[in-house]
């Protein structure tokens, strides 16, 4: 074997272990990046609505029972209803996942005024407040489920 194809050779296996060392990885994340960014919307559609319903879930339990501390229940309820809002500015899209997720955030914009008004009354809450917001989670559950299956 001459030198000339000994060298030909050398650089062939060099460009070859390159490509494999820096090219691959490039290719991969810049194809992740792809699928990421397509998918973006309707899945950060649904949890932003995910998380305003936790939002809601958790805090709920420090107005169950009357005496209500007024203040505290109306920094909650701002809180959740910004929550609601951004759900609703990332659900804009035309997607059956979007549709879904903003017909979860409006029930739950719902519930959310149903016990400011009782809060606010001295009335109790909602009979069904409970039911409602298993419904809201499976809705936006659901909605979740449609965005990962591209709809």
């Known amino acids: 074997m001459?030198?000339?194809?000994?060298?030909?050779?050398?650089?062939?296996?060099v460009l070859a272990i390159v490509a494999w060392k820096y090219g691959l990885p490039w290719v991969k994340e810049h194809m992740r990046g792809s699928v990421a960014t397509s998918s973006s919307p309707e899945s950060s559609c649904t949890t932003t609505a995910q998380h305003a319903s936790e939002i809601w879930g958790s805090?709920?339990?420090r107005f169950a029972n009357p005496p209500y501390d007024i203040a505290a229940w109306s920094d909650f309820r701002s809180g959740v209803e910004s929550e609601i809002a951004k759900a609703q500015t990332e659900c804009r899209c035309s997607q059956q996942s979007c549709e879904t997720t903003r017909g979860a955030m409006s029930d739950l914009r719902s519930l959310?005024?149903?016990?400011?008004?009782a809060i606010?009354?001295?009335s109790?809450?909602?009979?069904n407040a409970v039911q409602r917001q298993e419904s809201i989670d499976t809705t936006i559950e659901t909605a979740a489920a449609l965005a990962r299956g591209g709809k």
């Open 2 to 13: 001459d030198t000339n194809r000994l060298l030909k050779w050398i650089i062939v296996i």
């Open 59 to 61: 805090g709920l339990h």
């Open 112 to 117: 959310v005024s149903e016990f400011d008004t």
């Open 120 to 122: 606010r009354n001295g």
């Open 124 to 127: 109790p809450p909602p009979d």
